[in-house]
Nanobody, 123 residues
Framework: QVHLVESGGGLVQAGGSLRLSCAAS????????MGWVRQNPGKEREFVAC???????YYANSVKGRLTISRDNAKNTVYLHMNSLKPEDTANYYC?????????????????WGQGTQVTVSS
């Protein structure tokens, strides 16, 4: 069992920055796929970024160059550094972990989810 707790969300103006954190407990997650999925009400859930085995990193095309995922294995924590934020980045950001595959749909098959942290970007 893995418990995930996100933090760092908030309200920021367009062009601003935030850093999201996801702290895992219960298991060491350094060998798992771990990252971020976001969703706005009325929209489909959207993959954002993921870091997997051997530090392999994957990004959605919409966030490349603006959002950066990183992992601190000593803290069992993954971060999402968010720069040059846009209003379309507004969403609830969920931390997710899967033991064997990259984060993708069907979302119901993902092993673990956090409660989410809200990011709101105003213009």
């Amino acid at each position: 069992q893995v418990h995930l707790v996100e933090s760092g969300g908030g309200l920021v103006q367009a062009g601003g920055s935030l850093r999201l954190s996801c702290a895992a407990s219960g298991r060491t997650v350094s060998s798992y796929y771990m990252g971020w999925v976001r969703q706005n009400p009325g929209k489909e859930r959207e993959f954002v970024a993921c870091i997997g085995r051997s530090e392999a990193i994957y990004y959605a095309n919409s966030v490349k160059g603006r959002l950066t995922i990183s992992r601190d294995n000593a803290k069992n924590t993954v971060y999402l550094h968010m720069n040059s934020l846009k209003p379309e980045d507004t969403a609830n950001y969920y931390c997710a972990v899967d033991r064997v595959r990259r984060l993708s749909s069907p979302w119901q098959t993902i092993d673990y989810w956090g409660q989410g942290t809200q990011v709101t970007v105003s213009s």
